[in-house]
């Protein structure tokens, strides 16, 4: 190791032990949003590449909890209706989506336009129209 690398190391955990890691976002003693070691989200934001990391991630998650759905409904689903259910855990989580109960019913029973119409009869479709609206369309078609 190159003594630029063991420098940059150093001076990394001294970083780390001044600032101390905060995993979610704080206001520092000037009143800007932080998070992490000291990351001034305000001024600085995030790179894209860190935003895709952080997208994957949470896709994971959402995947991940699909699996935690009941067995009835995901015994219905095909990939594109998996996809859908995945995504809608991803945008509100997974205890919001099992808010869905008459919706997460239609799917256990097969009834895909029924799922659809429960979908777009919801505060989420009035949220965000225009995604439940493709959303919805992909339940009722697969």
Excluded at 54 to 63: F, K, N, P, S, T
Excluded at 80 to 91: G, K, P
Excluded at 132 to 140: I, L, N, T
Aim: charged residues 30%; positive net charge.
């Amino acid at each position: 190791m190159g003594s630029d690398q063991r420098m940059m190391d150093a001076l990394i955990e001294s970083i780390k032990r001044h600032e101390g890691l905060r995993l979610y976002p704080y206001q520092d003693t000037l009143g800007f949003w932080t998070i992490g070691y000291g990351r001034c989200i305000e001024k600085k934001g995030i790179t894209p590449q860190e935003a895709e990391i952080m997208l994957r991630r949470d896709v994971g998650e959402a995947i991940a909890r699909y699996e935690d759905l009941p067995a009835d409904v995901r015994q219905k689903c095909n990939r594109a209706r998996q996809d859908v259910l995945v995504s809608m855990i991803f945008q509100m989580g997974y205890l919001g989506v099992l808010k869905f109960k008459r919706m997460l019913g239609a799917i256990a029973a097969g009834d895909f336009e029924r799922a659809s119409r429960e979908m777009e009869n919801s505060l989420w479709a009035r949220q965000t129209p225009r995604r439940c609206a493709e959303m919805a369309e992909v339940m009722r078609g697969g």
